[in-house]
């Protein structure tokens, strides 16, 4: 009878503690479909349109001083250079240029996924649209704080379509 009772008493605590277990693993999962973020949402971080130029003038192959790569390649390098220098809080969203202003990813923090996106990235035959990319972005980070365009090209617009374009140093009016 002694025994039946220790038994009995034992039993009692491997169903309490796996159920103890088993909501400790449920509360880590949920924990972790909230995504927590550590600290502070930083209030200087900023809202990045990268516009990459993917014109046909970007199939050009002066990339390099060997002209073994494209300036689409280089173009490529530098927006992921950009990518990887943004801060803990700052988010980036990529957009294609050419004959039209096309999104390839939503606001993120993720420098992998970016770069992986911008690899993705292929020249059209078509000319950019310059003014068409610009309204584009603004219209992506209207509301948004602390935006910023960044375009990544040769610069081989059309004089009309710059002419149309207000270009400002950062912090300018």
Do not use: C, Y
Request: charged share 25%; aromatic share 2%.
């Amino acid at each position: 009878l002694v025994q039946r009772d220790a038994s009995a008493l034992w039993q009692q605590l491997r169903r309490l503690i796996s159920l103890v277990v088993i909501l400790v693993i449920l509360g880590l999962v949920l924990f972790a479909a909230l995504d927590p973020t550590l600290g502070v949402v930083d209030r200087k971080a900023r809202h990045v349109v990268v516009l990459i130029d993917a014109s046909a003038s970007m199939k050009a192959m002066d990339g390099d001083d060997k002209g073994t790569r494209s300036r689409l390649d280089e173009a490529k390098a530098r927006a992921k250079a950009l990518v990887d220098g943004m801060g803990g809080g700052d988010l980036a969203l990529v957009m294609k240029v050419d004959g039209q202003a096309t999104p390839m990813s939503r606001f993120s923090s993720d420098g992998p996924r970016l770069a992986k996106i911008l690899d993705g990235i292929t020249a059209s035959d078509t000319p950019a649209d310059l003014p068409r990319a610009l309204a584009a972005a603004a219209h992506a980070l209207r509301g948004r704080p602390n935006p910023l365009i960044v375009l990544v090209s040769d610069g081989a617009f059309p004089e009309p379509q710059l002419a149309v374009a207000r270009w400002a140093a950062p912090g300018a009016p």
